[in-house]
């Protein structure tokens, strides 16, 4: 939302897509058209784009994984600008432990040179991370895609399809970016942690919906209030407040 997107179509499991439904609806609350499509079994994560041709249509596409953390000064404004009308852009963060993840090698001028999905010798330490920028092409790319050892459609292997065309750049997430993968107990303990201690210090909530919502001007004061309220915390409904005063908007 903070980079303008709109139009969302959201991937889950058949048992968990009521779970969604109840929770976003479709999404015209806040100014969004929300849509779903169910994955009946692990196909690998290419396959959002074959689910999700229909839904694409002629634009192209971004790709987040559901259980990925991406926050820091100017992000939401920095993809935005991204124009993946032409190509594919991948995010890369530096990493510890590489061997976890698919890894990226890049030239000394910052040039993507391979692709590598969780290699027991890796060439950097560049992980790839779980948001994607991919052109229209990406569809017919997935459904090309022959499915590995596990029987999934690697999405390693469409941007390797991109790279070997020369059609790949790489954005480097700087020190002051926070990515966090929530895929395990401890790290979702890790990145509650850094929510609840962030929010404390400054005071201003992570992705608070309405007010993203009403910072791109998709609702009014009047509903931003109203969708806190609904909530029925108190909590919520004096942010909301302190933000509309901040902003001039009562």
């Given at each position: 939302?903070?980079?303008?997107?709109?139009?969302?179509?959201?991937?889950?499991?058949?048992?968990?897509?009521?779970?969604?439904?109840?929770?976003?609806?479709?999404?015209?609350?806040?100014?969004?058209?929300?849509?779903?499509?169910?994955?009946?079994?692990?196909?690998?994560?290419?396959?959002?784009?074959?689910?999700?041709?229909?839904?694409?249509?002629v634009?192209?596409?971004?790709?987040?994984?559901?259980?990925?953390?991406?926050?820091?000064?100017?992000?939401?404004?920095?993809?935005?600008?991204?124009?993946?009308?032409?190509?594919?852009?991948?995010?890369?963060?530096?990493?510890?432990?590489?061997?976890?993840?698919?890894?990226?090698?890049?030239?000394?001028?910052?040039?993507?040179?391979?692709?590598?999905?969780?290699?027991?010798?890796?060439?950097?330490?560049?992980?790839?991370?779980?948001?994607?920028?991919?052109?229209?092409?990406?569809?017919?790319?997935?459904k090309?895609?022959?499915?590995?050892?596990?029987?999934?459609?690697?999405?390693?292997?469409?941007?390797e399809?991109?790279?070997?065309?020369?059609?790949l750049?790489?954005?480097?997430?700087?020190?002051?970016?926070?990515?966090?993968?929530?895929?395990?107990?401890?790290?979702?303990?890790?990145?509650?942690?850094?929510?609840?201690?962030?929010?404390?210090?400054?005071?201003?909530?992570?992705?608070?919906?309405?007010?993203?919502?009403?910072?791109?001007?998709?609702?009014?004061?009047?509903?931003?209030?109203?969708?806190?309220a609904?909530?029925?915390?108190?909590?919520?409904?004096?942010?909301?407040?302190?933000?509309?005063?901040?902003?001039?908007?009562?």
């Amino acid at each position: 939302m903070s980079s303008g997107v709109r139009e969302i179509l959201i991937i889950t499991t058949p048992h968990d897509q009521m779970l969604f439904l109840k929770l976003l609806g479709d999404g015209s609350q806040w100014g969004l058209n929300i849509s779903y499509a169910v994955q009946k079994e692990p196909r690998g994560l290419a396959d959002a784009f074959i689910l999700g041709e229909n839904f694409l249509g002629v634009d192209p596409a971004i790709l987040i994984l559901g259980d990925n953390v991406f926050h820091g000064p100017g992000l939401g404004g920095n993809l935005s600008r991204i124009n993946a009308k032409s190509g594919a852009e991948i995010f890369a963060y530096q990493v510890s432990n590489p061997r976890e993840y698919g890894v990226i090698e890049v030239d000394r001028l910052g040039k993507p040179v391979s692709i590598e999905e969780k290699p027991t010798e890796p060439k950097s330490n560049w992980a790839v991370t779980g948001l994607y920028f991919f052109d229209n092409s990406v569809s017919a790319r997935a459904k090309s895609v022959e499915p590995s050892k596990r029987g999934e459609i690697e999405i390693t292997s469409v941007i390797e399809s991109y790279l070997k065309e020369g059609k790949l750049k790489v954005n480097f997430l700087s020190r002051g970016i926070a990515w966090l993968d929530t895929g395990s107990v401890k790290a979702l303990h890790d990145a509650s942690t850094y929510v609840r201690v962030l929010e404390e210090r400054t005071g201003l909530q992570i992705a608070n919906l309405e007010e993203v919502a009403l910072r791109n001007g998709w609702i009014t004061p009047e509903k931003a209030l109203s969708l806190t309220a609904e909530r029925g915390d108190s909590e919520s409904r004096e942010y909301m407040s302190r933000i509309l005063r901040e902003l001039g908007l009562v």
